[in-house]
C-alpha cells in the first residue's frame, strides 16, 4: 500500500518483470527452499558433531531478545559478505539475476536465482549455529531480514530520516541497484550501514535517488533462461 500512495518511480502493476518476480518468488518458496531444508539439515547435524561439547554453553544462558539481537547482527555481516562475493566474476551470472531489475519495487526482495539465496543462506546461518544460537533465534532474526528486504527495495519517496547513517533505507539500497558507474560494487549492506562504512564500500550521492536500474538485458528474458 505504502508504494500506492508515496511511490517515488512511476508505478508499474503489470509488467514482465513482475511476472518473472512471481514465479522467482514460487519457484524458490518450494523447490529451493525443500532443497535448501534438506541442505541445512545437514548442515546442522554436521555443525553439531564438530563443535565440541560445551563450546555454546555461554551462548545459550543469553536471554532470548540478546539472542535474537546477536542472530540479527551476525547474520547481516554474513550477508554483507556472501554479497560482496556474488558480485565476484565467478558468481555475478547468479547475483545478476538480482540486479537484472529495472523497476525497483518490494518484489525485487523475491528476485533471486537459487544458487544466490543457497549461498547467502549458508553465510547467514552456518556461523550462528556454530556459536550456538537457538533456531528459534535464527528464525525471528531471517524474519527481521526479510521484512527489511521488502522495505529496501521498496518504491516509495521516503527514507528513515536521521536513522538512515544506521539502518538501510530505499535510497540507500536503490543505489547499489542504479546502473551507474559511480554506483556499481557499492552499498553493499542490507540493514545496518556500519559495514559498508567500515569496509570502505560505502555510496553517497547528492541526489536523493537513481534514475536508472537493470543489467543488461536479463529482464526482458524468459524464467527458464534466467535460471539457466
Not at 529451493?32 to 563450546?55: C, E, I, M
Not at 560482496?84 to 528476485?111: C, D, I, K, Q
Request: proline share 5%; with cysteine.
Amino acid at each position: 500500500p505504502a508504494e500506492y500512495l508515496f511511490c517515488a518511480y512511476p508505478l508499474v502493476l503489470f509488467s514482465r518483470e513482475r511476472r518473472q518476480n512471481i514465479l522467482l518468488l514460487l519457484f524458490n518458496l518450494t523447490v529451493t527452499a525443500l532443497l535448501g531444508g534438506a541442505v541445512a539439515g545437514l548442515v546442522y547435524l554436521a555443525v553439531d558433531a564438530v563443535v565440541p561439547a560445551g563450546f555454546s554453553t555461554p551462548v545459550a544462558a543469553w536471554p532470548f531478545w540478546l539472542q535474537v539481537v546477536a542472530c540479527v547482527v551476525l547474520a547481516d555481516f554474513g550477508i554483507y559478505v556472501s554479497h560482496r562475493l556474488m558480485h565476484t566474476p565467478l558468481l555475478w551470472r547468479f547475483h545478476e539475476v538480482h540486479h537484472s531489475a529495472e523497476e525497483m519495487n518490494w518484489m525485487v526482495a523475491y528476485r533471486f536465482h537459487p544458487v544466490d539465496l543457497t549461498i547467502t543462506g549458508i553465510f547467514t546461518s552456518v556461523p550462528l549455529l556454530v556459536v550456538g544460537l537457538p533456531l528459534e533465534a535464527i528464525a525471528a532474526a531471517k524474519a527481521v531480514h526479510g521484512v527489511q528486504a521488502m522495505l529496501s527495495h521498496a518504491n516509495v519517496s521516503w527514507g528513515f530520516g536521521p536513522l538512515r547513517r544506521i539502518v538501510v533505507d530505499p535510497r540507500f539500497h536503490h543505489w547499489h541497484h542504479a546502473n551507474e558507474r559511480d554506483a556499481y560494487d557499492r552499498n553493499f549492506s542490507a540493514l545496518l550501514v556500519v559495514w559498508d562504512w567500515l569496509f570502505g564500500t560505502l555510496y553517497v550521492s547528492e541526489r536523493p535517488r537513481a534514475a536508472v536500474f537493470g543489467a543488461g538485458d536479463m529482464a526482458r528474458r524468459g524464467f527458464f533462461h534466467l535460471l539457466v
